[in-house]
């Protein structure tokens, strides 16, 4: 018997070809796949018991992610790598996972504003946060000796730049069996590698450097396979999960990291020294200056240069600001770092916006606090572009 030509409806469904070809691809191709397959109940036995490699459901198992997990750890110097659709989806598992009633947070007092918004919104399940200057170690010291279960801070932090002694700091949190978590999207790996200096666990908003184009929001946690075991857990069951295609744009870009970050840290550099001159400048921070007040700890912490923010402090507030971006040509006020293209944010209108103009104050940031991400393009370009600006102050 002739074998019926399958229906349209079946045709549609089941017509294309899932064969891969012969031989390899170079690049990994993009699994957009939410279903997987199996040839039996052995083989689904396998899978779950981790005797093969395989994928079960939605991301569990996809290869663009176990490629850009497998990436990001070796990058960290990690024993594992949790991928997520962003730096604060991270956070959350880790925080949801880890976390019970009572339990106690000891943060830095600069933070990334949504990072302090949801500590402040762990207080309704009973998890509360004390904020303290963690660049000043008795303060830490004094804050564990009350308790606490989780550190967080930031290896630079935004946008003052401070630069965490995460190997001082690690050695408090052990001797007081509390976690270190080290917010390491700044510096990116290619600067610092929290884990090899005691953290245990390091944390990436890979929309910024990792990804460098503006273009992906995707985040990471790195640490322990033990440690977060619960957390990965806690992502696969809620979907934690970035989508194929951003887990393979974030793998592109990654190829690039090293390149990026060699020519952005190096027209930092450049571009921090001569800000620094500038006579209508008033104050630059950038941890490769002598001035910083972190410049020693950034000699020890962090690896092949300072990174590639640079704030800097003029006269003249708001309108100052408009006026020096209205003679920008290439440098665009975005509110977000660690593209390719070189932008400035203003944080008293953005990050900071939420916080009292006091609490502002008291931490020096004021309308005339620019924090600029440098991009790779030609520092003599850059250079040009921000005299111009600064010429309309
Ligand atoms: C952007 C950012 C985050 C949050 O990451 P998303 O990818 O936007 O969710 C966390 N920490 C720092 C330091 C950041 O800059």
Not at 157 to 175: E, H, K, M, Q, Y
Request: net charge negative; glycine share 8%; charged share 20%.
């Amino acid at each position: 018997m002739s074998e019926r030509e399958p229906g349209f409806g079946t045709q549609d469904v089941h017509g294309a070809s899932t064969d891969p070809p012969a031989n390899r691809p170079v690049s990994l191709p993009v699994y957009h796949a939410a279903g997987w397959s199996f040839a039996d109940l052995a083989q689904v036995d396998a899978i779950y018991e981790d005797a093969i490699a395989g994928a079960i459901y939605g991301p569990d198992g996809s290869p663009n992610l176990l490629a850009l997990e497998s990436l990001i750890a070796r990058l960290e110097g990690a024993q594992t790598c949790i991928a997520t659709p962003g730096g604060m989806a991270a956070f959350a598992a880790f925080f949801f996972s880890l976390l019970r009633p009572g339990d106690r947070i000891v943060a830095a007092q600069a933070l990334y504003g949504n990072t302090t918004w949801f500590l402040d919104h762990m207080a309704q399940f009973g998890v509360t946060t004390e904020h303290v200057d963690t660049n000043d170690l008795k303060a830490v010291e004094d804050a564990l000796s009350r308790g606490a279960r989780i550190v967080v801070l930031e290896t630079i932090s935004n946008p003052l730049l401070r630069v965490a002694d995460i190997p001082a700091l690690a050695a408090l949190t052990r001797g007081r069996d509390a976690l270190l978590l080290v917010d390491n999207t700044i510096a990116s790996p290619y600067h610092c590698r929290p884990l090899a200096l005691g953290a245990d666990c390091v944390l990436e908003s890979a929309t910024k450097f990792l990804g460098g184009h503006h273009d992906l929001v995707l985040g990471a946690l790195c640490g322990a396979e033990k440690l977060l075991a619960p957390v990965r857990r806690l992502a696969l069951r809620l979907a934690l999960a970035p989508g194929a295609f951003d887990a393979w744009l974030t793998v592109r870009s990654i190829a690039s990291l090293e390149v990026r970050m060699q020519r952005s840290a190096a027209n930092a550099l450049a571009l921090a020294g001569w800000l620094e001159q500038h006579p209508k400048v008033r104050r630059v921070h950038y941890p490769g200056l002598a001035s910083h007040p972190d410049h020693a700890i950034a000699r020890r912490v962090l690896e092949r240069g300072f990174g590639s923010v640079v704030s800097f402090e003029f006269d003249g507030g708001a309108a100052a600001f408009d006026a020096l971006l209205s003679k920008l040509r290439r440098i665009a006020l975005v509110l977000s770092f660690g593209g390719v293209q070189t932008t400035l944010s203003h944080p008293a209108k953005s990050s900071h916006r939420a916080l009292t103009p006091e609490r502002r104050a008291a931490l020096g940031i004021h309308d005339g606090f620019v924090r600029m991400s440098v991009g790779i393009e030609d520092l003599a370009d850059l250079q040009a572009d921000l005299a111009e600006g600064l010429r309309a102050l």
